[in-house]
């Protein structure tokens, strides 16, 4: 056979396969030793059929989505195999985790070596290359680049929530029949997040004809387009969806005139950025760079970060307000004690059973119940290895980490035996450090955390202030919908009494 080849062609076949051997050989051993350096013991894999594709997990995933009951399995599953283990999907490998020393690895003592996977892929069309989709030195950039901003955002006046919440307070029916909550806050959101960033609410509370009513449809079919980008893989440069690639065309359009006002606002009235008195989050941020494509960029992530996210917190917490009449009455005193004013930071921040119920909320249904990362160099975890997962597990590059929030939250080890009980009084003394994560940890924690928790407390206060009575008209258990983020399947009908 070889003799039939050309001799020059033969050699260099040969070479190759030696090299390839070697380096397999030469990866193998230093991984060796990096391992047993270390103390690393391999974690339990999951039984798997075969582990080339992992063809069975992945189906079993995939039904477990379609049935909204994917969290719930990824729970039963490290109730069965442990806290930590590893699979194998679509041929990449993950190790998956729940350890709270496992999460600070990943997201803070080793931060460097893991970075994100897939996320520019998917999310880059509508948000560009901005805080959320960069990794390495671009996203420190737009990192220190937004901080500022956040830092004052925090703690401005909230009249930029007030017309929005009225709004919607005035679609709410006062004769106690049922409404359903969910698709109003959705709106609400955006129309107080488009407020807050380019100093304009496109107001989809309020039924409008026209470009404003295409900016709210475009943004809510895009960002549903993201999971699916997402769970493609590598193989979403294959996929053309041409109404995606529209709505990510319309709302640049429309960003980018507001880009456009903020620079030449900003270049008229230099330092000053409050226009009335009023904080506009582009403005502050035109004062760091003057680039339309990266504004862009920063004010498309934050609006996807912040809008969904905002909107499924304030869904659950109602959700369980409703479900827990106790908790409610405790609440109704707390704001009742604020006699009818609006709140300000200050006030919102003395709100200790507030906060609590936040917490807890949080801690049941976080918004963003599972995430990953992706190992940019050999590294590892401290445990998980070994018989009695105390030893650090070996993560070798590509491998991928998972770790499910949802999960973590619920570990009865961790919380106690009522860990599935909504009680937000377990929080008068609860430090939970890494196994609470509902905004994430380390240097890419959630930025809008501080601004979320307050714009949440604020709309809670003033429907409270509005309506005295709440009560659920939804006899179902909750069921997931895992979209961008976690919210109720059900969505969340109530009724108010004044
Ligand atoms: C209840 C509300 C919110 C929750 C639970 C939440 C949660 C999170 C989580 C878990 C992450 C980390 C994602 C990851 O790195 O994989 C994150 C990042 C982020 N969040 Fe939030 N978020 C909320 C509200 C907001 C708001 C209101 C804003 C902005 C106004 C915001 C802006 C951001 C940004 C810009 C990032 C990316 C930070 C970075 O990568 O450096 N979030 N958020
Ligand atoms: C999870 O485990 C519980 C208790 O064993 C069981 O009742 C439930 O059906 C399981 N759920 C799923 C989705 O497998
Ligand atoms: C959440 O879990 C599902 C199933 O394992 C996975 O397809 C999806 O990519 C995960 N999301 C993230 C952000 O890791
Ligand atoms: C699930 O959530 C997404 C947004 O996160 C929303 O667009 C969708 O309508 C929700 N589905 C149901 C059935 O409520």
Redesign the pocket.
């Known amino acids: 056979m070889l003799n039939r080849l050309n001799p020059l062609f033969a050699l260099v076949l040969i070479f190759s396969i030696l090299y390839a051997l070697l380096r397999k050989v030469y990866l193998s051993l230093s991984r060796q030793k990096f391992s047993s350096k270390h103390g690393c013991k391999p974690a339990l894999r999951l039984p798997q059929r075969e582990r080339l594709i992992g063809f069975d997990l992945l189906k079993e995933q995939m039904l477990a989505a379609k049935n909204h009951k994917l969290l719930e399995t990824m729970r039963n599953r490290s109730a069965k195999y442990g806290n930590t283990y590893t699979a194998t999907m679509m041929g990449q490998s993950y190790i998956v985790t729940n350890e709270p020393e496992n999460l600070k690895a990943v997201l803070a003592m080793n931060f460097q070596d893991f970075g994100l996977r897939g996320r520019k892929e998917s999310f880059g069309p509508l948000l560009g290359n901005g ?2 989709t960069s990794d390495g030195k671009s ?1 420190e950039h737009s ?1 220190a680049l937004i901080r500022p901003s956040f830092v004052k955002a925090q703690v401005s006046n909230f009249d930029i929530f007030e017309n929005h919440i009225q709004s919607l307070i005035s679609l709410l029916p006062r004769d106690f029949s049922t409404v359903d909550l969910q698709p109003l806050f959705f709106r609400l959101t955006l129309d107080s ?1 488009t407020e807050y960033l380019f100093g304009e609410s496109v107001d989809s509370l309020h039924v409008h004809d026209g470009s404003q009513e295409t900016f709210a449809s475009a943004f809510d079919y895009a960002s549903s387009e993201i999971p699916k980008r997402y769970r493609m893989g590598p193989f979403v440069a294959l996929y053309r969806n041409k109404r995606f690639f529209e709505s990510c065309k319309l709302l640049h359009d429309f960003v980018d005139g507001f880009v456009e006002k903020a620079l030449t606002e900003t270049t008229k009235r230099g330092e000053q950025t409050e226009d009335k008195g009023r904080y506009v989050f582009l403005y502050e941020l035109a004062k760091a760079t003057r680039d339309p494509i990266q504004l862009r960029a920063e004010v498309m ?2 609006l996807l ?2 809008r969904d ?2 909107a499924s ?1 304030l869904s659950l917490v109602f959700f369980t307000l409703a479900r827990n009449p106790m908790v409610f009455a405790k609440l109704r005193r707390e704001v009742d004690e604020l006699g009818g004013k609006k709140p300000d930071y200050e006030m919102l921040r003395q709100m200790r059973y507030l906060k609590d119920i936040l917490n807890e909320v ?1 801690r049941l249904y976080p ?2 119940p599972n ?1 990953s990362r992706y190992a940019l160099r050999d590294t590892m975890l401290p445990c998980g290895g070994g018989p009695d997962g105390k030893s650090p597990v070996f993560v070798a590059r590509g491998q991928i980490v998972t770790y499910c929030v949802y999960d973590l939250h619920r570990r009865r080890d961790l919380y106690g035996a009522d860990a599935d009980q909504f009680r937000p009084e377990r929080w008068e003394s609860l430090r939970p450090g890494w196994a609470y994560l ?3 940890g380390g240097p ?1 924690v ?4 501080q ?2 928790l307050m ?2 407390s604020y709309m809670v206060v003033r429907i409270l202030q509005t309506f005295r009575g709440l009560e659920s008209r939804d006899t179902e258990e909750w069921k997931e919908n895992l979209s961008a983020t976690l919210s109720s399947l059900n969505g969340v009908k109530v009724a108010f009494s004044v």
């Open positions: 805080i959320f996203w990192r997040a992530s934050i970060a912040g996210s905002t917190l949080l918004v963003v995430n509902p905004f994430n890419r959630c930025i809008g955390q601004f979320a714009e949440v």
